[in-house]
Nanobody, 124 residues
Framework: QVQLVESGGGLVQAGGSLRLSCAAS????????MGWFRQAPGKDREFVAA????????YYANSVKGRFTISRDNAKNTVYLQMNNLKPEDTAAYHC?????????????????WGQGTQVTVSS
């Protein structure tokens, strides 16, 4: 079993930055790929970014490429999402997810454990 706890969300103006964190516990963090997904009210969950177990492979949604950066610190059992140049359309609940495999994936159904989420609101 893996427990995931996100933090770092909040209210920010367009053009601003936030850094989300996801702390994991329960299993060998360095053996698992991690991902970030988001869901806005009335919309389907969408992929944001993912990173391999070693951190050497990263994937991004086209909508965030060049603005968001995913990283991980396996010594701290934590994955991060640095979000720069935020836009109102980035407003959503952001969830981290853990995949029982070393390679990242863009599909949510490939992930086995999910956090409760942290809200990000970007005002125009």
């Amino acid at each position: 079993q893996v427990q995931l706890v996100e933090s770092g969300g909040g209210l920010v103006q367009a053009g601003g930055s936030l850094r989300l964190s996801c702390a994991a516990s329960g299993r060998t963090f360095s053996s698992y790929a991690m991902g970030w997904f988001r869901q806005a009210p009335g919309k389907d969950r969408e992929f944001v970014a993912a990173i391999s177990a070693s951190g050497g492979i990263t994937y991004y949604a086209n909508s965030v490429k060049g603005r968001f950066t995913i990283s991980r610190d396996n010594a701290k059992n934590t994955v991060y999402l640095q979000m720069n140049n935020l836009k109102p359309e980035d407003t959503a609940a952001y969830h981290c997810a853990c995949r029982d495999g070393i390679y990242p994936h863009t599909r949510g159904n490939e992930y086995d454990y999910w956090g409760q989420g942290t809200q990000v609101t970007v005002s125009s």
